[in-house]
């Protein structure tokens, strides 16, 4: 679908605008709690025990706070620098929504699907973090372009797309379990469109996620016998999700309506 002059000004400026938005004071914009006691774990400890004391014994794959590890020795516990991977993370995060948008639906729809990402301020917040929340959003979208352009669109470079589909599906594995999550239901999906030659091409891609992340597998076992161990509490509260919807909607009614 061939895109406009004046679309392609609108999506940059939805970008440019994003990218403002997530940088502004940058190196001013504090460590939550949450990201405190990710980044002193990392901080603290040897590789080693990193992946046996800290993953291990967390609830999510290893691949953030690795990367978090390497990261803090580079830069040490600045801010700024720490959270700018997520934040660019976020804004190309607001591109890749406008392609797929644009590629499964109509350019307006994409438009509208990135400035939605760029201004809202749930993904705004979410970008600023350095937990994988930013890094997923991305590693999901870049997942899905590729995986959509194999199984629905075939579209005539295969080899480029089929890169961007395993890339984003190992990325998303070692990322978090629900993005992992988001790979399982891509996969199984696509073996409802995906016939004759393709078929094995598009196993071929599923087997090589697949084994990207076999070394994890003992970690992510161990994990989940650790979560059946623990007793968990689970409490409904009216109150807390009634405004936690209204934060992902912006506080707005326009919002809510028009999603």
């Known amino acids: 679908m061939r895109v406009t002059p004046g679309v392609k000004i609108l999506i940059l400026s939805i970008v440019i605008a994003a990218a403002a938005l997530r940088l502004f004071n940058l190196f001013l914009i504090p460590f939550t709690g949450e990201e405190l006691t990710v980044l002193l774990a990392a901080k603290s400890v040897s590789f080693s025990d990193l992946i046996q004391n800290v993953v291990r014994n967390s ?47 109509s350019p307006t729809v994409g438009l509208l699907a990135a400035a939605t990402i760029a201004f809202m301020q749930y993904p705004i917040i979410n970008s600023q973090m350095a937990l994988p929340y930013a890094s997923g959003l991305f590693f999901t979208l870049l997942m899905l372009l590729g995986w959509s352009r194999i199984v629905l669109m075939c579209t005539q470079n295969y080899r480029y797309n089929f890169i961007l589909f395993v890339t984003g599906g190992i990325l998303c594995s070692y990322n978090h379990y629900f993005t992992l999550l988001m790979v399982v239901l891509a996969v199984l999906t696509g073996f409802f469109f995906v016939k004759g030659k393709d078929l094995k091409k598009y196993i071929a891609g599923c087997l090589i996620i697949l084994a990207a992340f076999i070394p994890h597998v003992p970690i992510s076992l161990h994990q989940l016998r650790m979560a059946e161990t623990q007793q968990l509490s689970l409490t409904f509260d009216t109150d807390y999700l009634v405004e936690f919807t209204k934060y992902t909607l912006n506080f707005s009614w326009i919002v809510a309506c028009a999603l």
């Open 59 to 105: 609830s999510d794959p290893a691949g953030i706070q690795v990367f978090l590890f390497y990261l803090i020795k580079i830069v040490g516990l600045n801010e700024g620098w720490i959270k700018l991977p997520f934040i660019l993370a976020g804004v190309a995060s607001v591109y890749l929504i406008w392609k797929i948008g644009r590629e499964w639906f």
